[in-house]
């Protein structure tokens, strides 16, 4: 009844503290509950050990060489749950955002524990390992404040001087009565 006491609070606060809002942080939620049950449970059977005159640091010490050999065999899941620690704490993207990771580009579906789920643009599914995330360069398209826009359209090879500035001189009005177009950076140009 304690442990669960323990969870259930540790996890309310938790809710609170990281709120609906964010996906990854909400997704940490059952795993630390977990966690902090374990704990618990684990100081419980050392606290009863100890009082039952076991000699608690030499089975502290075992554990401690057998931890060692347990994290060497799940180094690959430790190195992805640092992945997702560091996706929470950074956030380089967010579940919506269009991201290029490793050369995949497409739309973050979902961010877990193990991986980062993409959609790509012919509608594959792409699954990448957090620590592979972290560890490669990722372009998010969805945080640009700008977007270049440079067009090239074709004029009949007919059209006199005069048609060519007068198009020059509407498309320069029609790009500074346009309010998403930075005024500082508008160039229109013949070629």
Request: aromatic letters at 8%.
């Given at each position: 009844?304690?442990?669960f006491?323990?969870?259930?609070?540790?996890?309310?606060a938790?809710?609170?503290?990281v709120?609906?809002?964010?996906?990854?942080?909400?997704?940490?939620?059952?795993?630390?509950?977990?966690?902090?049950?374990?704990?618990?449970?684990v100081?419980?059977?050392?606290?009863?050990?100890?009082?039952?005159?076991?000699?608690?640091m030499?089975?502290?010490a075992?554990l401690g060489?057998?931890?060692?050999?347990?994290?060497?065999?799940?180094?690959?899941?430790?190195?992805?749950l640092?992945?997702?620690?560091?996706?929470?704490?950074?956030?380089?993207?967010?579940?919506?955002?269009?991201?290029?990771?490793?050369?995949i580009?497409?739309?973050?579906?979902?961010?877990?524990?193990?991986?980062?789920?993409?959609?790509?643009m012919?509608?594959?599914?792409?699954?990448?390992?957090?620590?592979?995330?972290?560890?490669?360069?990722?372009?998010?398209?969805?945080v640009?404040?700008?977007?270049?826009?440079n067009?090239?359209?074709?004029i009949?090879?007919?059209?006199?001087?005069?048609?060519?500035?007068?198009?020059?001189?509407?498309i320069k009005?029609?790009?500074?009565?346009?309010?998403?177009?930075?005024p500082?950076?508008?160039?229109v140009?013949f070629?």
């Amino acid at each position: 009844q304690f442990a669960f006491l323990v969870e259930y609070c540790g996890a309310n606060a938790l809710r609170r503290l990281v709120g609906d809002k964010n996906p990854v942080g909400v997704s940490f939620l059952p795993i630390l509950a977990r966690f902090a049950k374990a704990m618990v449970a684990v100081f419980i059977l050392i606290a009863v050990l100890a009082v039952m005159g076991v000699e608690v640091m030499g089975l502290l010490a075992g554990l401690g060489i057998g931890g060692v050999a347990v994290a060497f065999a799940a180094q690959k899941t430790i190195e992805n749950l640092f992945g997702a620690v560091s996706i929470a704490g950074d956030r380089p993207f967010a579940v919506g955002d269009y991201v290029t990771i490793d050369e995949i580009s497409g739309t973050v579906e979902d961010i877990g524990m193990r991986s980062v789920r993409i959609r790509t643009m012919p509608r594959t599914l792409v699954t990448i390992p957090n620590g592979m995330v972290m560890a490669t360069k990722i372009t998010n398209f969805q945080v640009r404040d700008r977007i270049i826009f440079n067009p090239t359209l074709t004029i009949a090879y007919g059209a006199t001087s005069d048609q060519l500035a007068y198009i020059i001189d509407e498309i320069k009005r029609m790009l500074l009565a346009d309010e998403r177009v930075h005024p500082e950076v508008q160039r229109v140009r013949f070629k």
